[in-house]
């Protein structure tokens, strides 16, 4: 049997086994270009085509896998309870000015809120996002009377 032959069968094995023991994708892109490369090596006693084959196909492998990967990475987070509370209504518990921390008041929690208008106490207020543990609000609207 050709050495290369043993040679590249080897390394897919030696691949497999490090993806295998490994959480995250370190070296698919590699066994495939060792296969590659194997099956060129069973028509070819070039050792320059091979490691030409070997370097093309994981580099292409790898570019080719990249846009999965980053679609897979940005999958939608999962909605956590704090972020179901956008677009609900709060009362300004301590009030503030711009720049500011108020505190309001969502269901009977206490939470620190920013506002980029002046929250005075007892106002209802419209949470409109969350960073950490901080409400972003807008005072509410004054409604029209109903007719």
């Given at each position: 049997?050709?050495?290369?032959?043993?040679?590249?069968?080897?390394?897919?094995?030696?691949?497999?086994?490090?993806?295998l023991a490994t959480t995250?994708?370190?070296?698919?892109?590699?066994?495939?270009?060792?296969?590659?490369?194997?099956?060129?090596?069973?028509?070819?006693?070039?050792?320059?085509?091979?490691?030409?084959?070997?370097?093309?196909?994981?580099?292409?492998?790898?570019?080719?896998?990249?846009?999965?990967?980053?679609?897979?990475?940005?999958?939608?987070?999962?909605?956590?309870?704090?972020?179901?509370?956008?677009?609900?209504?709060?009362?300004?518990?301590?009030?503030?000015?711009?720049?500011?921390?108020?505190?309001?008041?969502?269901?009977?929690?206490?939470?620190?809120?920013?506002?980029?208008?002046?929250?005075?106490?007892?106002?209802?207020?419209?949470?409109t996002a969350l960073h950490?543990?901080?409400?972003?609000?807008?005072?509410?609207?004054?409604?029209?009377?109903?007719?």
């Amino acid at each position: 049997m050709n050495p290369e032959i043993i040679l590249w069968l080897a390394l897919v094995v030696v691949f497999i086994l490090v993806e295998l023991a490994t959480t995250a994708l370190v070296s698919i892109w590699l066994v495939a270009g060792a296969v590659a490369a194997l099956l060129v090596s069973l028509f070819t006693d070039s050792w320059t085509v091979e490691l030409a084959v070997f370097a093309v196909v994981s580099a292409v492998a790898l570019a080719a896998s990249r846009p999965l990967a980053r679609r897979l990475q940005q999958s939608k987070a999962p909605e956590l309870n704090a972020g179901r509370n956008i677009g609900r209504v709060a009362t300004v518990v301590a009030e503030a000015e711009p720049g500011r921390l108020a505190r309001v008041r969502l269901d009977g929690v206490d939470w620190a809120a920013e506002s980029a208008q002046p929250l005075s106490k007892g106002q209802t207020c419209v949470v409109t996002a969350l960073h950490g543990a901080t409400l972003t609000v807008e005072p509410q609207p004054e409604s029209a009377p109903v007719r």
